[in-house]
Structure formats: C-alpha cells, structure tokens
C-alpha cells in the first residue's frame, strides 16, 4: 500500500465521521433553532450514532462479501445525501433522520479499515491502522474546528452542507483511484452475521469491545458537553472559539500515530493499560475548565492522545486474532464504540442541565475508571495482552480465513 492510498484512506475515514460529529460545538444554536431545549441538545449527536450502531450490525459485515471499494464509494455517498437532508431540515425530526441515515452509512469508516488491512503486508498492519484511524480521530476534533468557523460565518447548516459535497467528491474519487476488492461472496450474509453475534462468547473480542465502551462514554462526555459551560459564563465563547480547542485534540491524537507501530511490537497490551490511566488523569485537568482555559486544552489533548493509543491497540489485536472476518470483527467492535459515544453524548447534557461541568467531568472520570477496571480484569484472566489474540483464535477465525 502506498503513501497515497493510505492518506486518501484516511481522508475517507475524516469526512465520513466528521459528518456524525459536526454538531458537537454548535448544539446551542442547532437546538434552538430547530425547537429542541438545551438539555436535549445532545441526542443531535446521539442520534448519528444511533444511526452509526444499526449500519455496524446491518452494512459492515457485507465487507466481508461484497467488493470493499464499491461499498466505500456508495455509502460515501449516502453519507452526503444525509448531511445534505440535516443542512436542509426546517424542523428537529427532518434533522435527526438526516443525522440517522448519516451516520447509518458512516460506517464506511469501518469498511475503509477492514479494507486498508486486507491489502497491507501484515508486518505493516498495524503502521497502516494508525495511519487511517487517525483519519477517523482527525475528522472528529477537525470538524469541530470546521464547523464552529463556518457557523459563525454562514449558521450551523453552512458547515454540514460543506461536509456534504466533500462525501459526494470523495465517493467519486474512491471508485477512480483505489483498487478493488473483490470478495468471494461464498458465505450468505444471514451467517456472517450469525458469526456476528458469536462474537460475544469471545474473551478477547468481549474484553476489548467493553474497555471501548467505556473510552467512548468518556469521550462523548467531553465532546458533547463542552461547548454548553464555554458558552456560557465566565467565558462566553463563540463557536469559532470552541471549535479550535479541536486543535489541541486533534495534536493529542496525531501524537498517537505511533500506538500501531507499538502494537506490531507486541505491546499493545501493555499500552493500553498506561493509556488509559492517562485517561483518567485527564479529566483532573479537564474539570478545571470554570476556572481556566489551558488546563482544559491540556486535559483534552490527554484525553484525546489516551483514546487514540487504545483505539489503534484495540483494532490491532482483534484484526490479528480473526484475520478471516476483519470486517465482522471491525463492525462488531465498533457497536460498543456507538454504543458508548451515544451514551456519553446523551448522559452529558442531561448531567450538566442538574450539576453543571463538575457533574459532567465526574461521569467522564467514572467512564474512564470503567475503561481501566476492564482492562485490569482481562489482565488478571489472561485476555487481552500482548499474547492474548493468539490464545483467542479459534475454530471459527480460522474456518473464516479459509472462506475469505
């Protein structure tokens, strides 16, 4: 794999997932505009995740069928038809469907990754991994910086419609410039996604799918709940200025670039447990933000660094215990990703609404424990660690490699 399909991998992954998260600094504005109180304001969010955690159970596993490279360029774009309808939307509920069926197909993403592993020499896998997840962390906090700049220029729609036409350049793109993919198609999709569901009985996949969980509650947390204390007192920031603190995520995350090369080390174990101390450490420094703005930036470049590492250490080991099903494997992880994203995106306002941002830094700093206390007890039980993907692959993993 080249340099440049790595980056227009990456890029894929960016604009697919920026699209899901693009609401999280304008949420007053977006809310009020549409009718939608401000301790509701977080479901914009959920709701493309929610949209995100049907297409993970229901379109991912057609990867493992299907040619990848036709799938990225139709989901892509879908993806822009959503963001399109949500820019458009004259009423809340023509919005959350726009933002559903967004992030129903934003699992391109997912696609996009399965896709990059499977034409990349193993030895690189990991390098490859970090390089095109971090298209996905760099999407999330770059379309906060995005998008709070066009809504002060043009309103919060200006910021989607422009995400929009780059899916719909980008589908088009895909189909001329990568490779394709073809699968076999051998196994009906009605068993891939039975194998889907077996998934659950695995040590390993369970393990890691609950500690992302947990990291993406504490995430969600963050990022869906900031915007509404810094637009307030003391501090009354506009969007523009609530995006950038993206740029000091976006630092942290980029700073990661190197967990897959740590977990092509055989340390993506080890890792993860630093990582998410760290984790927790950062919303020591998160939970100051009433009374001082560059401890926040520093807490949230932590953060943002922590979720990376473990992300990347997560995929890596799934992809190398079940190399036959990377796109059911990839799809089944990142349910528990949804799942904690939309829970941490619709908890964080709502605990805002009664105790203010201590309250929020308190549920972030619990998800975090979560994350840390299921890292600790996948230790204790031999999962999870740096040999724990070759204890875990069974019968299943290797009858799905022959198939595929």
Not at 211 to 240: R, V
């Amino acid at each position: 794999m080249g340099r440049g399909t790595r980056l227009l991998l990456a890029v894929v992954c960016g604009v697919a997932v920026a699209g899901v998260y693009a609401g999280q600094p304008v949420l007053g504005p977006m809310g009020d505009d549409l009718g939608v109180p401000r301790d509701a304001a977080g479901w914009f969010v959920a709701a493309g995740q929610l949209g995100y955690l049907a297409g993970l159970v229901l379109l991912v596993p057609l990867g493992d069928r299907l040619d990848r490279r036709r799938l990225i360029a139709a989901h892509l774009g879908l993806v822009a038809a959503g963001l399109a309808v949500t820019a458009a939307a004259p009423v809340a509920w023509v919005a959350f469907g726009g933002l559903a069926v967004a992030g129903l197909f934003a699992v391109v993403v997912q696609t996009t990754v399965a896709y990059a592993t499977s034409i990349s020499p193993p030895a690189e896998r990991g390098r490859t991994l970090g390089v095109v997840t971090s298209g996905v962390v760099a999407g999330i906090l770059g379309a906060r910086v995005l998008t709070g700049a066009l809504a002060d220029l043009g309103g919060w729609r200006g910021s989607y419609l422009a995400l929009a036409v780059l899916a719909a350049v980008l589908s088009a793109l895909c189909l001329v410039a990568l490779p394709a993919d073809v699968r076999t198609g051998a196994e009906s999709y009605g068993r891939i996604l039975r194998s889907l569901a077996g998934l659950l009985i695995r040590p390993l996949f369970l393990s890691r799918g609950l500690i992302a969980f947990f990291l993406f509650a504490s995430f969600g947390t963050l990022w869906s709940g900031m915007a509404l204390p810094l637009a307030a007192e003391p501090w009354h920031l506009t969007e523009t200025q609530i995006g950038l603190f993206g740029v000091a995520g976006l630092a942290g995350a980029l700073g990661a670039a190197r967990a897959g090369r740590w977990g092509d080390a055989g340390h993506a174990g080890r890792v993860t447990g630093i990582a998410l101390v760290l984790l927790l450490g950062s919303w020591l420094a998160i939970s100051g933000l009433g009374w001082s703005l560059w401890l926040l930036g520093f807490g949230v470049l932590v953060l943002d660094f922590a979720v990376q590492v473990v992300h990347v250490a997560n995929q890596h080991l799934l992809t190398t215990a079940f190399p036959g099903r990377t796109s059911m494997v990839t799809g089944g992880y990142m349910v528990f990703y949804s799942l904690g994203s939309a829970a941490g995106a619709a908890a964080t306002t709502a605990v805002y609404a009664v105790a203010g941002w201590p309250g929020s830094a308190i549920l972030g700093a619990t998800f975090a424990v979560g994350a840390l206390l299921t890292w600790a007890a996948g230790k204790i039980l031999g999962v999870g660690g740096e040999n724990g993907h070759r204890r875990a692959t069974s019968k299943l993993d290797r009858e799905g490699s022959s198939r595929c």
